[in-house]
């Protein structure tokens, strides 16, 4: 157990729709980050945010959105649902957000869009 | 541009040694990271190297080679726990911050 807890962990839903993914980072984690794994592409990163603010931003779309709460748990929200969405969805959490080789990975949402 | 080279499938018997190599193409080099997946889970953190030579956590072994710009982990007595997916990774610079960009991962079937 890493301690970064991930809510729900499968979510189905339809073409169109939108969606809210939830991670808690670790106690006394800063940082946040936000992967994308499907069969194809592999692990991609999203989106990173450090105590509330965004830091990096990786191949996410325009129709996805993340923030980081005071209380540092972020979510991610997906809007406009197509197919190609359906992936497994990973959050990290590590201490700094100049040291993200070491990170610790929540258990993932699977996102299934029909 | 940025790249991360490591083979898709190995496979390798039971109490053997196996070693995944990773080739990277970056900018700005930090260090090697190696995560390993089992189908279905979340990527574990194993290793981080951030100077040349070999870093030794029990069965698990992770080089790196900054000047051949390649490094590698070395399984020993496998197990068949091991089977699982590994990724090397190297940090980014992204905006005011770093990430990780993930190779496309080696396969390890370890078989009785």
């Known amino acids: 157990d890493s301690g970064v807890t991930q809510t729900p962990k499968h979510l189905i839903t339809a073409t169109g729709q939108r969606v809210t993914l939830r991670c808690s980072p670790r106690s006394g984690d800063l940082s946040v980050y936000w992967y994308q794994q499907s069969l194809d592409q592999g692990l991609q990163f999203l989106i990173h945010y450090y105590n509330g603010e965004e830091r990096a931003k990786g191949n996410i779309l325009e129709r996805f959105s993340a923030q980081q709460f005071p209380d540092l748990h972020s979510e991610l929200n997906l809007s406009s649902l197509e197919l190609g969405d359906s992936a497994l969805y990973f959050c990290?959490?590590?201490?700094?957000?100049?040291?993200?080789?070491?990170?610790?990975f929540g258990p993932g949402t699977r996102l299934t869009v029909l | 541009g940025q790249s991360l080279e490591q083979p898709s499938e190995v496979t390798a018997v039971e109490g053997a040694i196996v070693q995944i190599n990773c080739t990277y193409q970056t900018s700005g080099f930090y260090g090697l990271s190696w995560y390993q997946q089992h189908d279905g889970g979340a990527p574990t953190f194993l290793s981080y190297n951030a100077l040349d030579g070999l870093e030794e956590t029990g069965r698990f072994s992770s080089f790196l080679s900054r000047s051949d710009s390649y490094g590698y982990l070395l399984l020993q007595e496998l197990q068949m726990k091991d089977s699982a997916s590994y990724f090397c990774a190297v940090r980014v610079h992204s905006n005011s911050g770093y990430a990780l960009n993930f190779g496309k991962g080696t396969s390890l079937l370890v078989t009785p």
């Open positions: 990290a959490s590590s201490v700094e957000a100049g040291s993200p080789d070491t990170q610790y």
